[in-house]
């Protein structure tokens, strides 16, 4: 709580004195937002009852007739609207330098989602300006500075991979397996990804919308918030279309980590790296209704590493977005876009203490959406077509690896192997794992029905409804792999010329006695998952009430998930200043394909000797690490959801608080027996709840600047039975060695779901986000993102405990980590302005402060103080 002081404190200072304030509108509530829709539903439509905070408004200069802006040059100072007069559109709530804000929902538009400070330029970077969003403790470490992909969020308690992202209208969410790319630095194991199927890039988006609770019946497929992040139409008013470029280095970085122990793995100590990020996109009508915009964007970072054999070597991480959408802008009753993307990702790694170990990790694909809606004038039909197709493979150069020794000491004299002069201490390492390939595509629609306005006496009804059908076919094929180990050397030199040339012999001098050898195999799943959603948004008086419901089924598992919905909001003094709001929800989320992919026998295991002065066969040992994954008998997890709030407008500032309770069931666990055979159950739970107060301002100064400034803290708590808190592949009892109900915590015998979730568990958040514009001509605009986290709490396994009836548990303790202040600020300034053409300087410093704070409560740190230039020239 050290600094929660400095951050309120930090938020009043940033008012100078004699600031005027900018006229406010209160947040409306989700009802409000909802019933009010339907009514704006074309150009034309003012039906809104008077004081409703969404009453439709004349378009922004960022947002004219033809299409937003793509850069300064049409920005809310230096363009200029082209829309008429008697045009309106309808905006949603609270419309605050960029950001869009109800209970329980988040829109963060465009330009200022490519202008505040943000490392990746991803989606997840643009959460860092919620307190509600926790992040993972390893995001922006000091010693993964060349990584492009985006931090994990958990939203609401959830895992990483439990909430859902949709771009362009389609599920872009990963169903292989999210559980995290860092888990498959090694090969010989099935490789990972994240939450997202692709990552795209923010240059094209309209805006990010976050929903973190009171979500609408028409979203599904998730237990914890959900992401939608909508691709922009084109310009209509002529040929436009920017440049950008951006860029950062180690000496650009304060690493602030050089103590970080080396590993085996391919990703540790990325202290030497270059990142390169770039843009360029066109965009402009075809007809007088028929418009375009293409666009490619590409991150690249090199990284240079130290290996086992002594010369440093390159790695790689690549993401391109290819993304072109083609819309039908008209004032008829008729509105489409077809959007084709193509979004590859490729990670060209290196087992850095194993000799010819190179391969890759390929991830992302392509994804196509057709949008039409249709306005029939008491309803509006809207339907979206999409097919994706991605893959998360991994490419080695070879399947055999094989463990050697350098040396052994032999009577007191040491014998060198000629062969295995690398690595370090006795053992030489080298060979790849084969070919491990995934892919999944989808094909989806979605179906909605948006009605007009009911009236029935003193009630008002908005009826939405529709349905949603996806098919996903997911398929994985595996070349198996040969590892050879235990490397032995015979002592006489009489034995050893005995030994032959082969696989797992060098010969003339040593031989491996183990192996281990997963066949070759293709599997495959599939699944049909329908869903039916509806709500109606009444109003009575003040009270807007919002019930619906959405029923789900998968033939996967044939479950049958009901998910209610209800909000209700009291406009306390029917005047829009004070508002009282709660919610009861169920969410459920959407099958994990990986588990139906890895059915398998185990890996065989063989062994062999050398006894006689001959090298024996090779002779079957024993097979482990089967797999049972029975999804027949599975539930679909869910988690239950109760909210309270209450938004406040006074002095010309906007306040908020919400408490939110969400209960997560029926999570998926593994079991593991004596046997090493794996098996799921629905035995995890997850609790969660948390506190959120806002505070928001705008104010313009006559001499200073236009700025804005909001205030957001959270205090929350989560916990899990499930001690790994990125993947439930790790999560599971041990049949009868372990007691699996209690673990030994502290002292003492504790329900394993009394445990503190490993990570996304910071009990104080604090976000103050400020931007300001300056120059007649905002030409110069800076923005700024402070970012409190209270101090961590590690979760270490320390062995096991025995108590006196003998039966063995799990033993865990918490290790504190300290808290931390990060602030990140941009500076843009339009350098040059022509006409329509417009070169503009960027600057971003993250970590401006230069603080060190731990990622966990080991030796991991965040990165220091961190520059990137560049430059960005639109027209």
């Known amino acids: 709580m050290r600094h929660m002081a400095t951050l309120a404190l930090c938020a009043l200072l940033a008012m100078p004195e004699g600031a005027v304030a900018a006229p406010t509108t209160m947040p409306a509530t989700p ?42 040059a049409t920005g809310p100072a230096t363009g200029t609207s082209s829309t008429s007069a008697s045009e309106v559109y309808r905006l949603d709530p609270l419309r605050v330098s960029g950001e869009t804000q109800q209970m329980g929902k988040t829109v963060i538009d465009g330009e200022k989602l490519n202008s505040l400070p943000s490392p990746g330029r991803t989606i997840n970077d643009a959460l860092r300006t919620r307190s509600d969003v926790q992040f993972d403790e390893g995001a922006y470490s000091s010693t993964q500075g060349g990584e492009i992909r985006p931090p994990r969020v958990s939203i609401a308690g959830s895992r990483p991979y439990e909430n859902s992202y949709v771009i362009g209208g389609i599920s872009t969410s990963n169903r292989i397996d999210a559980s995290g790319e860092d888990r498959s630095t090694a090969d010989g194991v099935a490789p990972t990804g994240e939450a997202q199927s692709f990552y795209i890039d923010t240059d094209l988006l309209d805006g990010v919308t976050l929903f973190n609770n009171n979500i609408p019946a028409e979203y599904g497929g998730f237990t914890g918030g959900m992401v939608k992040a909508d691709i922009r139409d084109p310009r209509m008013d002529g040929v436009h279309g920017f440049l950008k470029y951006r860029h950062t280095r180690d000496n650009w970085a304060h690493i602030t980590a050089p103590d970080m122990p080396s590993g085996t793995t391919q990703v540790d100590k990325q202290d030497r790296f270059q990142r390169h990020d770039g843009s360029v996109a066109a965009e402009g009508p075809l007809t007088e209704r028929l418009g375009v915009i293409l666009n490619y964007s590409v991150k690249h970072s090199v990284i240079p590493m130290e290996t ?148 029935t006496g003193v009630l008002s009804h908005v009826f939405q409804t ?248 959270t205090r929350s708590n989560t916990k899990s039975d499930g001690t790994d808190f990125d993947s439930s592949f790790l999560n599971g009892d041990t049949g009868s060695v372990i007691e699996w109900e209690k673990v030994y915590f502290e002292g003492s015998l504790v329900p394993r779901s009394n445990l503190p979730a490993s990570n996304y568990n910071r009990p104080w958040v604090g976000t103050l986000t400020h931007t300001a514009r300056f120059m007649d001509d905002d030409a110069l605009r800076w923005f700024n993102v402070l970012r409190y986290k209270g101090p961590g709490t590690d979760l270490v396994r320390t062995g096991t405990f025995t108590d006196t009836d003998g039966l ?68």
Request: hydrophobic share 30%; net charge negative; charged share 25%.
């Open 466 to 713: 529709g349905i949603e059908v996806q098919h996903t076919d997911a398929s994985t094929d595996s070349t198996g792999y040969t590892a050879y180990y235990n490397p032995s050397i015979p002592n006489s030199q009489a034995d050893r010329d005995k030994i032959p040339a082969g696989p797992g012999n060098v010969a003339g001098e040593q031989f491996a006695q183990n192996k281990t050898v997963e066949d070759a195999y293709s599997r495959s799943a599939s699944m049909n998952s329908y869903a039916w959603f509806g709500q109606d948004t009444i109003e009575i008086g003040r009270l807007t009430l919002r019930p619906g419901l959405r029923v789900s089924h998968d033939d996967l598992t044939g479950n049958i998930d009901p998910a209610w919905r209800f909000m209700a909001d009291l406009d306390v003094f029917d005047d829009d200043v004070v508002h009282l709001i709660g919610g009861a929800n169920r969410y459920y989320g959407s099958q994990m394909l990986a588990y139906a992919l890895r059915k398998d026998s185990g890996l065989a295991r063989y062994k062999r000797s050398f006894t006689g002065g001959n090298l024996g066969d090779w002779v079957y040992d024993k097979t482990t690490g089967g797999k049972n994954y029975d999804l027949d008998e599975l539930d679909t997890p869910y988690s239950d959801e109760l909210m309270a709030g209450v938004t406040l407008k006074a002095f010309d500032t906007r306040f908020g608080m919400r408490a939110e309770s969400r209960k997560h069931r029926d999570q998926l666990r593994t079991t593991l027996d004596t046997n090493g055979a794996t098996t799921l159950n629905n035995s995890g739970k997850t609790d969660y709840w948390g506190v959120t107060w806002t505070v928001e301002r705008d104010f313009n100064t006559e001499h200073m600047g236009d700025h804005t400034v909001e205030l957001g803290i």
């Open 31 to 72: 009802a409000q937002a909802e019933s009010a829709g339907k009514a704006a539903k074309t150009p034309s439509a003012n039906t809104t009852k008077p004081g409703a905070a969404n009453a439709t408004l004349p378009a922004p200069a960022t947002a004219p007739a033809s299409g937003p802006a793509t850069g300064p």
């Open 308 to 455: 086992a054999w002594g010369s440093p070597k390159d790695q790689y991480r690549t993401n391109e977005n290819f993304i072109s959408k083609l819309a039908f802008m008209d004032d008829g009753p008729f509105k489409g876009s077809f959007t084709l993307g193509y979004a590859p990702y490729q990670r060209e790694m290196y087992i850095s203490s194993r000799l010819d170990s190179d391969f890759s990790v390929d991830g992302g694909g392509f994804f196509t959406a057709l949008d039409g809606t249709y306005d029939f004038g008491p309803v509006a039909w809207k339907n979206t077509l999409g097919f994706s197709r991605s893959e998360l493979s991994r490419y080695g150069t070879g399947d055999v690896a094989s463990t050697w020794l350098r040396y052994k000491t032999i009577g007191g004299s040491r014998f060198d192997s000629a062969y295995a002069t690398w690595g370090k201490g006795t053992s030489a390492m080298e060979g790849s794992m084969g070919d491990y390939e995934q892919s999944q595509d989808d094909v989806s629609w979605k179906s909605i029905l948006d009605f007009d306005p009911v009236h």
């Open 808 to 875: 063995r548990y799990d033993a865990y303790e918490a290790r504190t980590f300290s808290d931390s202040v990060t602030v990140d600020t941009a500076v843009e300034w339009d350098a040059l302005r022509h006409e329509d053409h417009v070169l503009t300087l960027t600057m971003e410093v993250s970590n401006l402060f230069d603080q060190k704070s731990n990622v966990d409560s080991s030796t991991g740190y965040v990165m220091g103080r961190q520059y990137y230039a560049g430059f960005k020239y639109t027209f």
